[in-house]
């Protein structure tokens, strides 16, 4: 068996065409969408995250603010940038890049962040909302996943899905929005004894370790739907240095239903969900003057 591609890129690109013109749309009715960024220190991957969601909202008709601080800055600055943010009415989204430097308490910050503008959807009282299945921004990875599931009308009610890793802004919410789809989900980690033994009984395998190429054939059911999360660059080889996900792939495509490459996969639908989050909280925004006005 050869598996269907799941094509992100693709469906990003869909996506972000109906949000760039609906946000097209706010701004004729005088509201433009817009993300706040702040990046903390100078570590170079967060940088190259910030600098293509950037341009993505740029792309899509959504004004982008980036604020950038210096490693060893005081957490009180960041902390009063935040709240001036969270009072500006024309911003509409707020975004730290995580990780922060070890000065900061990386909770308390997100926790500053107004919940109405938590575009990542890290906020305590987003991710509890998200686990009582109400509405809420929902973390821009997990939901990136469920609608590459949906573009591929996977049958999520039922089916045994397996989640590889248990971050609060991967592994945790993904397993959330699973469960909330009907989904009968099984969450695994580091400490997971014979983690085989629950791969290969998933209908629906999602790998977010962080490990290059991890996930061997052999740890997945014939036919599953797999969805590589990761994002490494090949250690060794002579690939050395390329992007690879967690998951084999050349050898995982002859024995899954679907699965997702890397590059090209869950990443590109990752930016596009924070898009359309900024998106929706700017549509509030709007109604929220036309009710007031
Ligand atoms: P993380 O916070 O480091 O979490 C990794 C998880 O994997 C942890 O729960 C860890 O278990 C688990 N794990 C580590 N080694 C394992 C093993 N041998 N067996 C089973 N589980 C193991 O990472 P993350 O932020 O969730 O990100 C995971 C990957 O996704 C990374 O490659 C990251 O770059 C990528 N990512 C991609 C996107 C995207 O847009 N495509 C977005 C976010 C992240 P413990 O909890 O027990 O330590």
Known sequence: MTARIIDGNALAAEVRDQIARDASALATQGVQPCLAVVLVGDNPASAVYVRNKVSACERAGIRSLRFDYPQDVDPDRVMDKLAELNADPAVHGILVQLPLPPQ????AVLEA?????????????SVGRLSQNRDTFIPCTPHGVMKMLESIDVQVE???AVVIGRSNIVGKPMAMLLTNAGATVTVTHSRTRDLAFHTRRADILVVAIGRPRFVSADMIKPGAIVIDVGMNRVPDGPDAGKLCGDVDYAAAREVAGAITPVPGGVGPMTITMLLQNTLISAQRALAAKRGGA
Do not use: L, P, R, Y
Not at 113 to 125: L, P, Q, W
């Open 158 to 160: 039922g089916a045994e």
């Open 104 to 107: 900061f308490d990386e909770a």
């Open 113 to 125: 962040i107004d919940v109405g503008k938590d575009v990542d959807g890290f906020h305590a009282e």
